[in-house]
C-alpha cells in the first residue's frame, strides 16, 4: 500500500480540533427506503412501523416512519469525514436524543461542535468529543449526539 | 373443499400469534437473553459504512486497517450498535407503541471483525409511569453486546415511551438469567 496519510485528510487530526470550533458538513442525504427499511431489516429490528406501508397508511402518521438508529447513524456518518477519519477508534457516544420524526424522503444535514480535547494513555493520539446535530430540510433538529473519539496525532502520523 | 373456501376459513379462524411485551410486562432487575444471534459479514460492515457515509477507511479498507494493527477491516462501530439494538427490539420496544426516547453511556469496548457473531442481553433498569399523561410510561434498559468469544464489545442504556392504553403486547415471553431456573 501506498503512504498510509496519503489516503486520509491532512486537515483533521488531534491538533487540528480547537474545543468550540463549529463546523458545517458539505454533503446532506434524502432518507429513503434503501437507508431506512434496508437498514432497519439487515439489523434485525422487528418493529413493523418501520417497514410496512399498510399498516403505518392507517394510524395517524400515515406512512412509514424511520427508525431512530438510522436517523442518528446517519447523522453521524455526515459529520464522519471532517471530524473521525483519522480515528484510530470511535470510543462511545452518549446523551442520544431525537427530537424530530423523520419520513422517506426527508433530508438531513449535519453540524458538529468540537467539546472538548485531551489527552488519552497513547503518545501518538489524543481524544476529541464532538456534539454532532442533524437537521432536516425545513432546519429542524432532528437528532442530537456526543462522539468521543481516539484521534491521530499529526506529529506521529502524518510520514507514515 | 375447495380452494377458495379453505382460503376463506383460513382467514376467518386464524388466530394471531402476536409478538411484543407490553409495560407490565417488564420487572425492573430482570435479565433478558434476546434471540437469534447475528454474524457480521463484511458486506453488511462496508454497505452500512457506505449508506451511512461514514468515512473513515478503517471500516472498507482492509490494508490500511492492518497497517492501524487490525487483523482485518473494522466493522463501522455504529452497525455493531444498531445490531444489538434490532436484537432487542421484538421483546423490549415492538409492542410498548412508543418511540425510543435516547441512548446514553454508550461504549465501544472492543473493536467486531467481520465474520464476528454478536448476541445481545438486556436488564431492566427502570420503570416510572408518566407524570403528565395518563396511560404512559417510560422504561430503560442497560443492554449489552458480546462476540463469540463472550467477551463484551458494547454497552449503553437506552429509554423508551410505552402506552399501555388498548396495549399491544403479545403473551408473556419467558425471561430467564443464565444459571437460572427455568420454571421461575
Known sequence: MGKLASLTSSDNYFEDFEVGQVIRHARGKTMTQLENVNITNMVMNTAQGHFNEDQMSKTPLGKILCYGGVNFSLVLGLASQDTVE????????????????????DTLYAYSKVLEKRDSDQDDAGIVVFRHFGVNQNKELVAQV??????????????? | ??????????????????????????????????HWGRTITEADAIQFAHL?????????NREYAKELGHPDLVVCPQLVFNVILGLTVEICSEGLGGPFLGVYDLKYLEPVYPGDTLTAVSKTEAMRESESSEGRGIITWFNEGFNQHGRKVIEYRRSNLAIWKGQIGGAKVKKVAQGEKADG
Open chain 2, 1 to 34: 373443499m375447495s380452494d377458495q373456501s379453505e382460503f376463506e376459513a383460513v382467514l376467518a379462524s386464524a388466530v394471531l400469534r402476536k409478538r411484543g411485551q407490553g409495560f407490565h410486562d417488564f420487572e425492573v432487575g430482570e435479565v433478558i437473553h434476546h
Open chain 2, 52 to 60: 451511512t457515509l461514514a468515512y473513515n477507511p478503517l471500516y472498507f
Open chain 1, 86 to 105: 483519522n480515528a484510530l477508534a470511535e470510543l462511545g457516544l452518549d446523551n442520544i436524543t431525537l427530537k424530530t420524526m423523520v419520513f422517506h424522503g
Open chain 1, 146 to 160: 456526543d462522539r468521543t473519539a481516539l484521534i491521530k496525532k499529526k506529529s506521529h502520523w502524518l510520514d507514515r
